[in-house]
């Protein structure tokens, strides 16, 4: 799960799992989330690098799911929007066929938030998406 509400020119974003939020700011990506997942504690620990991640066997073992325990927290983090960022809340099952280039490049078109959001989707299916694939993308005016 991924949330971002905003409230003036703040944003508050919660996630769980390896959902993910991005943002784009003067044309450069940047993952605002933290995977929960194994691999992710595996990099953080230096055991693997994130190249090494991406093709990891223990790659689809998250370690915090809606769910999955009777105990379910969310992390959060708060931060000032700015005027001309581009915002994108997507499932694993985008960023699993996709990576991050291909994310910046695209939230970086002058298109519309749905024509990209179409173009992630189909990007992603026609690449044989074995999971949910969605995809949200949000202007800052």
Same mark, same amino acid.
């Given at each position: ?23 784009? @700011? ?34 689809? #073992? ?18 000032? #929007?700015?005027?001309?960022? @581009? ?18 490049? #695209? ?19 026609? @690449? ?14």
């Amino acid at each position: 799960v991924a949330i971002m509400v905003s409230y003036g020119k703040y944003c508050v974003y919660l996630w769980a799992g390896d959902s993910r939020l991005y943002r784009l @700011r003067n044309g450069e990506l940047r993952q605002m989330t933290t995977d929960h997942s194994q691999v992710e504690q595996y990099v953080e620990q230096g055991l693997i690098s994130r190249e090494e991640a991406a093709v990891h066997p223990h790659g689809n #073992m998250i370690t915090r799911a809606v769910g999955a325990t009777q105990n379910f927290f969310l992390d959060m983090d708060i931060q000032e #929007m700015q005027h001309g960022d @581009r915002y994108l809340l997507c499932s694993d099952g985008l960023t699993k066929h996709t990576v991050d280039i291909e994310f910046q490049e #695209m939230l970086n078109k002058g298109s519309s938030t749905e024509e990209i959001c179409t173009e992630l989707i189909e990007l992603t299916l026609s @690449r044989g998406a074995g999971d949910n694939v969605t995809a949200i993308v949000i202007d800052i005016d």
